[in-house]
């Protein structure tokens, strides 16, 4: 077990380069695999993550099995998870790629069948997720948008003016 412990078997900066790249890779796959398997997530799904995890551990470790090495890689992916969410904070083109954008599903009752498609839904999770707020037919709903986080934000018709105009009703 001896003097390995602290001594890098790869240069440090190849370790961070290796850690961002890698980290960046995984956060870029998961935003294309879609909102909802995050918020969401089956069974398969998390083992599907679990593996990646340890598919991905040599690619960033390089072989390196050491203590330091360990805690380098560590420090990058926490720095490197601070920086992405500091720069989606401040910009929206950053924060389009990695955390996506809010998607429209039913509009005026009606389901939009292309973007459930893009988000890799069927009717049948989609009318699970509806029933968990208490809507069980689509008439209900003006708006169902599937938010960038994987949750689903309803606006209910009753919630709208009687009037016939779009908005809240007046207190």
Do not use: C
């Not at 380069?17 to 294309?32: D, G, K, N, Q, T």
């Not at 390089?62 to 920086?83: C, F």
């Not at 989606?88 to 069948?113: D, K, Q």
């Not at 707020?133 to 689903?152: K, N, R, S, W, Y």
């Amino acid at each position: 077990m001896g003097g390995d412990l602290g001594r890098l078997s790869v240069p440090a900066l190849e370790l961070v380069i290796r850690a961002v790249v890698v980290y960046l890779s995984i956060l870029i796959l998961l935003r294309v695999a879609g909102k909802r398997q995050i918020a969401q997530m089956s069974p398969t799904e998390f083992v599907a993550i679990l593996l990646i995890s340890n598919a991905v551990q040599n690619a960033m470790n390089g072989g390196d099995n050491s203590l330091v090495g360990g805690l380098l890689l560590a420090a990058v992916l926490i720095g490197t998870s601070w920086a992405v969410s500091y720069l989606t904070h401040r910009s929206r083109g950053v924060a389009a790629v990695f955390e996506g954008t809010p998607t429209l599903l039913v509009h005026r009752g009606v389901v939009i069948e292309e973007h459930l498609r893009r988000e890799h839904m069927n009717l049948h999770e989609l009318r699970a997720l509806l029933r968990r707020q208490g809507i069980h037919h689509f008439h209900e709903i003006h708006a169902a948008v599937l938010e960038p986080d994987g949750t689903l934000a309803v606006t209910r018709m009753e919630d709208l003016r009687t009037d016939g105009k779009e908005g809240p009703k007046p207190a």
